[in-house]
T-cell receptor
Framework: GIQVEQSPPDLILQEGANSTLRCNFS?????LQWFHQNPWGQLINLFY???GTKQNGRLSATTVATERYSLLYISSSQTTDSGVYFC???????????FGTGTRLTVIP | DGGITQSPKYLFRKEGQNVTLSCEQN?????MYWYRQDPGQGLRLIYY???????QKGDIAEGYSVSREKKESFPLTVTSAQKNPTAFYLC????????????FGSGTQLSVL
């Protein structure tokens, strides 16, 4: 099956710092999404981004499908950005998304 | 408010008991999913349904069962055959079209007494 690797596994930032999270995948995909899981377990969809670049406030994401990776940028981090960030992908012909193991982000004041 | 509602938030299971987790959505999505999350881990797919009265096994379906009698509802039963049921269970639905985004409920924490 498809392999989805996220790095780094853990990240600690001072409030106000910027960060880049990476998602590598082993096969061609037709769907890629980024999620944030808050400390209470709720998963929020951040981006649907099978290719190209999108921005939403302090967050932006870029997927280079031909090179099989995606990046999530967080600028001017806030304590509320803490949690786990997952990327999930779907290969052509499949009906479901496959999740990576996540990056745990801790933002300290 | 449109969204996905999971209940209960916390559930305890005794040995040999079947328990059912509820998932209801009012987003008019055709596709629904059940995932299991163990502490510090990613999400693994249990079952999914693309349409009413049809569902398929995911990667870890053993010990679980589902039904899809209505578009809005996709309940998950954790049977006594599931020997390690303690986990966080997440229900999701996906919209179709130009942006096939996945949306999640708030989850159910299942523990064994």
């Amino acid at each position: 099956g498809i392999q989805v690797e996220q790095s780094p596994p853990d990240l600690i930032l001072q409030e106000g710092a910027n960060s880049t999270l990476r998602c590598n995948f082993s096969d061609s995909v037709n769907n890629l999404q980024w999620f944030h899981q808050n400390p209470w377990g709720q998963l929020i969809n951040l981006f649907y981004i099978p290719s190209g670049t999108k921005q939403n406030g302090r967050l932006s994401a870029t997927t280079v499908a031909t090179e099989r990776y995606s990046l999530l940028y967080i600028s001017s981090s806030q304590t509320t950005d803490s949690g786990v960030y997952f990327c999930a992908v779907r290969i052509a012909g499949a009906n479901n998304l496959f999740f990576g193991t996540g990056t745990r982000l801790t933002v300290i004041p | 408010d449109g969204g996905i509602t999971q209940s209960p938030k916390y559930l305890f299971r005794k040995e040999g008991q079947n328990v059912t987790l509820s998932c209801e959505q009012n987003l008019n999505h055709d596709a629904m999913y059940w995932y299991r999350q163990d502490p510090g881990q990613g999400l693994r797919l249990i079952y999914y349904s693309q349409i009413v009265n049809d569902f398929q096994k995911g990667d870890i379906a053993e010990g679980y069962s589902v039904s899809r009698e209505k578009k809005e509802s996709f309940p998950l039963t954790v049977t006594s055959a599931q020997k390690n049921p303690t986990a966080f269970y997440l229900c999701a639905s996906m919209e179709r079209g130009a942006n096939e985004k996945l949306f999640f409920g708030s989850g159910t924490q299942l523990s064994v007494l």
